[in-house]
């Protein structure tokens, strides 16, 4: 049962334009999101995070946008460089922080010149 | 800020035998540790949490007898896979949970690419 999903397996974008990776879950206890960054043969990198209290939280190029009547949250990257071509998992835990992950499946960002 | 240590990285087994993968919190206490894997193409699946001290808790499926889990230290988690098969080989990561630091309560190791042959 895949509690957390990312529709997209993949998505190209040009360079400095909006890349929009989205991610439903099931589980309404869920009460913590998580965006991380992943390359081949290494571990996921923190991206950005959002709390079940909040609808959208910015960190530079990234905001992460959480819809909890619809189960859906979206991380948007603008604008998109070549260097954030990688594969994108969204992760949900319950009872706070620091408590275990689920992860989606990925979305593997292509940014191009 | 906080960083886990991960090895090997890579590592190439005959079946049947054992691997040991390490995962040592090198500025912090890691009190837990959660271990995945992921298959190619794949989410990241957690296995087990383990906390120091005491007996890891196994995921839904996943044999605690073939995946050892040993805690034995605040710095140091240990995943052993007895008797490998090739369906084993996989891409294994173990993650600290760090607390209220900026990455919010995890940080993961580089991951260690194991290969049954």
């Known amino acids: 049962d895949q509690q957390v999903k990312q529709n997209s397996p993949s998505l190209s974008v040009q360079e400095g334009r909006i890349s929009i990776l989205n991610c439903d879950y099931t589980?309404?206890?869920?009460?913590?999101f998580l965006w991380y960054k992943k390359y081949p043969a290494e571990g996921p990198t923190f991206l950005i995070s959002?709390?079940?209290?909040?609808d959208k939280n910015e960190d530079g190029r990234f905001t992460v946008f959480l819809n909890k009547s619809a189960k859906h949250l979206s991380l948007h990257i603008v604008p998109s460089q070549p260097g954030d071509s990688a594969v994108y998992f969204c992760a949900a835990s319950m009872g706070g922080t620091a408590s275990k992950l689920t992860f989606g499946t990925g979305t593997r960002l292509q940014v191009t010149l | 800020g906080a960083v886990v240590s991960q090895h090997p990285s890579r590592v190439i087994c005959k079946s049947g035998t054992s691997v040991k993968i390490e995962c040592r919190s090198l500025d912090f206490q890691a009190t837990t540790m959660f271990w995945y894997r992921q298959f190619p193409k794949q989410s990241l699946m957690l296995m087990a949490t383990?906390?120091?001290?005491?007996?890891?808790?196994?995921e839904q499926g996943v044999e605690k007898d073939k995946f050892l889990i040993n805690h034995a230290s605040l710095t140091l988690s240990t995943l052993t896979v007895t008797s490998a098969h090739p369906e084993d080989s996989s891409f294994y990561i173990c993650?600290?949970?760090?607390?209220?630091?900026?990455?919010?309560?995890?940080?993961f190791g580089s991951g260690t690419r194991l290969t049954v042959v």
């Open positions: 959002i709390s079940s209290i909040k």
């Open positions: 383990s906390n120091e001290g005491s007996k890891a808790t196994y």
């Open positions: 993650s600290a949970r760090t607390g209220w630091v900026a990455n919010y309560g995890y940080t």
């Open positions: 589980n309404s206890m869920f009460d913590y």
